[in-house]
């Protein structure tokens, strides 16, 4: 079946100097020819052409390029239109295109869709290629772009390849039983495949480092009430954010803003004041922000540097995940070399804006060491861990079974096969059918 020529802004919707409408499919050629005339424009260069519709008015005139099959982003014919940003141009372009037969509005991710089935781009560089859109710091625009040039689908790929010649082995001893092969083929794979087994389960001890990095460190700021939580939500965030009054309990809900500290992007949550409440509100305010505690990538606890004591609540919290903070050091004498459950104490005042430069430092240094980038590829989505999970686990049935000789050489090599299917279905060799309106649907319309 001859597929569907598509169309669309390719460009932010809204008022701009300059609008990219992109067609992709069989008919871009005539679709182009039909906006035109003439002839068509020389492969890959930019040409100043006045487009018109069926009846001979003029729309706009802007630049074209036209990319003939397969040397395109999606491997079809594809004619890019690059045209005066007004609404009342693009609508105009699009009643035209509309119009002309073969070709239909593009559906989100289509492009990309088509690119994947082209073989130009796998499944890791599509959804690289949908961060590096998405990227709002500079640690995810180079963790996104890495991504979408095939460092991760090369390293899967390449483990791929280990399996698929093991597998070959296997199969060989099976099919052809009575040739001179090797004896014990299972014994003689099973180191490779052992050492293949660790290097799997190495990448994937990350701490989730790259899922953390696309969507954003979890940060929490936590304390009693009247320690200055809000004010330090607010004077990280540079704005109000947060509403700071001297009455207890006055933050019920937990308030998040985004950050890009350093380049890397942080979710700053601010809590409810950890006590004891008759007050059911309150009481569900201090829940939730137990709740975010657990659930928080990094804690910024705050105590009151004014205070004889620090709640038993707040001690709780306290742990390696945890920055601790006296505020209101302008009013107090903090002792040197403070700490609370080997922790150190950072004095600060936000009202006075002291002790703020080492606090960012702290803060900087901790995201750094737990989303920072690495020189390895590493994996940025839940499917590809569970992915790689079901791996190991077919590699550690493979491996059990040669060495204790109680396994098939059938069974043997089904365990190899499955692992290769695992790893395919991460970079979209092998059973994905069913993921790609999952992984595509997120796209903007036009790419």
């Known amino acids: 079946m001859t597929p569907q020529t598509i169309y669309a802004l390719s460009s932010a919707p809204g008022?701009?100097?300059?609008?990219?409408?992109?067609l992709s499919g069989p008919n871009a050629a005539d679709a182009l020819l039909a906006l035109v005339g003439g002839q068509l424009p020389r492969a890959r260069t930019a040409s100043l052409r006045k487009l018109k519709d069926d009846s001979g008015a003029l729309l706009d005139e802007g630049m074209v390029l036209w990319f003939p099959a397969p040397h395109s982003f999606t491997g079809e014919d594809v004619v890019e239109l690059q045209l005066h940003g007004g609404r009342a141009v693009l609508a105009a372009v699009f009643t035209a295109l509309a119009k002309l037969p073969g070709l239909r509005l593009a559906e989100p991710g289509e492009f990309s869709r088509r690119?994947?089935?082209h073989g130009k781009l796998d499944l890791t560089s599509a959804e690289g290629l949908g961060d590096l859109i998405?990227?709002?710091?500079?640690?995810?625009r180079r963790q996104a772009l890495r991504q979408m040039q095939g460092a991760l689908g090369q390293l899967y790929e390449g483990w791929r390849n280990q399996l698929t010649r093991a597998l070959a082995h296997l199969e060989a001893d099976i099919d052809f039983p009575d040739e001179d092969l090797p004896e014990g083929v299972a014994?003689?794979?099973?180191?490779?495949?052992a050492r293949l087994r660790e290097e799997?389960?190495?990448?994937l001890t990350d701490n989730r480092r790259g899922e953390r990095l696309r969507d954003g460190l979890m940060v929490a700021i936590l304390?009693?009430?009247?320690?200055?939580?809000s004010s330090l939500l607010n004077a990280l965030a540079r704005r109000e954010a947060a509403i700071v009054s001297d009455i207890p309990g006055t933050t019920r809900d937990v308030i998040e803003v985004h950050l890009d500290l350093g380049g890397y992007p942080?979710?700053?949550?601010?809590?409810a004041g950890l006590r004891e409440s008759a007050d059911s509100i309150e009481s569900e305010g201090v829940a939730r922000a137990l709740k975010r505690a657990e659930s928080a990538d990094l804690k910024l606890v705050v105590l009151d540097a004014t205070a004889k004591t620090v709640p038993q609540e707040t001690a709780a919290l306290i742990d390696t995940d945890a920055i601790v903070i006296a505020n209101k050091a302008d009013a107090a004498s903090t002792p040197s070399g403070w700490t609370i459950n080997d922790r150190p104490v950072l004095p600060i005042s936000v009202r006075a804006n002291t002790g703020m430069k080492a606090l960012l430092d702290a803060l900087e240094a901790e995201v750094t060491a737990r989303i920072g980038l690495t020189g390895s590829a590493t994996l940025t989505r839940a499917r590809h861990r569970e992915a790689l999970t079901d791996c190991i686990a077919a590699l550690d049935r493979f491996v059990r079974g040669a060495e204790r000789h109680n396994t098939s050489a059938e069974l043997a090599a089904e365990d190899v096969r499955l692992a290769a299917r695992a790893l395919g279905r991460i970079t979209g060799r092998i059973?994905?059918?069913d993921l790609l309106d999952v992984i595509f649907r997120d796209f903007c319309i036009g790419k």
Do not use: M, Y
């Open 15 to 22: 008022r701009a100097g300059v609008a990219v409408i992109r």
């Open 115 to 117: 690119s994947f089935e």
């Open 134 to 140: 998405n990227a709002e710091t500079e640690a995810q």
């Open 187 to 193: 014994a003689e794979v099973r180191p490779q495949l």
């Open 200 to 203: 799997i389960a190495a990448h």
């Open 223 to 229: 304390g009693a009430p009247n320690v200055g939580k």
């Open 266 to 271: 942080v979710v700053l949550a601010d809590t």
């Open 431 to 433: 059973d994905v059918e």
